[in-house]
């Protein structure tokens, strides 16, 4: 694990923490308003599915570019060219009223989401000292979760009293927190400011060696049992509007606050998993906090079918979020734990991605199968099917944990840093790769609150 920052710069964690708390709560408010503005229009699933598409093909598909341009552009440039572009692209979107041109401006929107989404992730790790980043990883996954708290309450009351465009408007005002972050952060990395540590060594050459995850399995297993669970409940984001507005009779506010609740069980459980975080000595028992949170989120689904009323699935989302919020935490410091500095916005990128195409396939399947299944049925199968996938992968990160182990002679060996915290364990890097790899990432894997994401979008 290489960090590069002696002591920890906590006005920049608060300051990533409030931009991207902003910028969220106004991606939530414009999600959930075009949400309903569907709904309320008559439209089908698929047309819900479609518009969520939009929002995240981008993210997958430009993943490995944009995790590239993070890593070698001066993130202060990233920060405020692309969230100046993005506030003009909302403030288009609340003038046109075409569907084609609404899915148009809202699949640019998701362009800039891809870029400065690995560029935040990646600049927090840079600003604090190893011990210290399970408590900057909370702060920044309580922003998130307030920020996506406060959208859909907003969108359900604004809504019904001013339509789609003052939500909209809003969304493109809150794009102008990433141009302040940008301009005021000292923490700034991509380009030449990204350093090269002891624990990334120096090709002949001067480039850094490439990390991939093909090479780094624990890495691998917990991403591929992300993506699956994700796939397997991700359409609850297609689904649960009818849910509530159709099968259970819930208002547009009774629908922003259950989504709210999600969000709201987020912020106790990043702050646990920051306080677990210091007891997981080694990386394997992060990826099993990880399909813990998973079995949790899957769970939570899988009662929400059982409801008679809409207000019941509001402690069942906190519990949901919780866990969701217990899932970024642990996978956000496992990537930090095992990527190069130099490489880190590439795999969270990737990461990312992998995420989002978890998530399309869940919105494909669930818009796909709500035009002939009633809602309750369609919400019971994803959380059986969830909590399979989970089973399915315990035994897949019991065998890979031993092969990793430092008493395997197999097994990549792993050392920790001279005068590392006993807090948070600091291991080396997975096995390096060969001396010919050059600086590209392995294909592999925060729209809405999709349960179990890493990265935080709308």
Known sequence: MSFTTVESRWPDV???????????????????????ALQGAGAGGLAVSGLLLAATLPLVVLAPLAGRLADRVDSRTLLVTVGLAQAAICALLALVEQPVLVVGLVALLACGLAVTQPCLAALLPTMVRPDDLPKASAISQTAVSLGALGGPVLAGLLVGSFGTRVPLLLDAVSYLALVAAGLLLG??????????????????????????????????????STAVVIAAIGGINVIEVFFIRETLNGSPTTFGLVSAAWMAGMLPGGWLAARLAHRFTDDAALVRGVLVTLAGCSLMVLLAAMVPAAG??????????????????????????????AMRAR???????????????????????????????????????GLLVVLAFVPVVARVARRSSPDDPGGPRRQRAAGADAGLATPGRPAEPEPEARDTVGSWLSASHVPGSGTSNS
């Open 312 to 341: 019941l699935l509001v402690p069942l989302w906190l519990v949901g979020g919780a866990a969701n919020g217990g899932d970024n935490v642990f996978a956000n410091l496992l990537t930090a734990r095992r990527v190069p500095e």
């Open 14 to 36: 608060w300051l990533v923490a409030t931009a991207r708390g902003t910028t969220i709560c106004g991606d939530f408010l414009a999600a959930t308003a075009l949400a309903l």
């Open 187 to 224: 923490t700034r990395r991509g380009g030449r400011r990204t350093a090269v540590t002891p624990a990334t060594p120096v090709e002949a050459g001067g480039t850094a060696p490439a990390w991939r995850l093909r090479r780094d399995p624990l890495m691998l297993v917990m991403v591929v």
């Open 347 to 385: 795999a969270y990128a990737s990461y990312g991605a992998a995420v989002q195409g978890g998530s399309m396939a869940g919105f494909l399947i669930g818009g796909a199968l709500l035009t002939a299944v009633p809602p309750r049925p369609l919400i019971a199968a994803a959380g059986v099917v």
